[in-house]
């Protein structure tokens, strides 16, 4: 069974840092796990992911040089996000899936937290 929980979030600063945690479990060598946003109105949108056996990762053009994904022998993927922006508000959320940056390709997913950027 695979069960994702992120932790993490909250009210941050503009140009201010927080980090994100995905505590996964059930998840195979096969598998990446990603990390998307969804602000109100908009679509769920792919941020970056990582393989299972963190060899491999990929960004968003929005993200890249200032969120670094990384898969931690805890058995978490953290999403460290720095720089931070109002237009990084949202929801967050982690998922296991296929190596694609579309969030139909994703099958198991957390609950979600909030991040909220502010001025």
């Known amino acids: 069974q695979v069960q994702l929980i992120e932790s993490g979030g909250g009210l941050v600063q503009v140009g201010g840092s927080t980090r994100l945690s995905c505590a996964a479990s059930?998840?195979?060598?096969?598998?990446?796990v990603g990390w998307f946003r969804q602000a109100p109105g908009k679509d769920r949108e792919f941020l970056a992911l990582v393989s299972w056996t963190g060899v491999i990762s990929d960004y968003a053009d929005s993200v890249k040089g200032r969120f670094i994904i990384s898969r931690e022998i805890n058995n978490t993927v953290d999403l460290q996000m720095n720089s931070l922006e109002p237009e990084d508000t949202g929801v967050y959320y982690c998922?296991?899936?296929?190596?694609?940056?579309?969030?139909?390709?994703?099958?198991?997913w957390g609950q979600g937290t909030q991040v909220t950027v502010s001025s």
């Open positions: 059930g998840v195979s060598f096969s598998d990446v």
């Open positions: 998922a296991r899936g296929a190596f694609s940056r579309t969030p139909k390709n994703y099958d198991y």
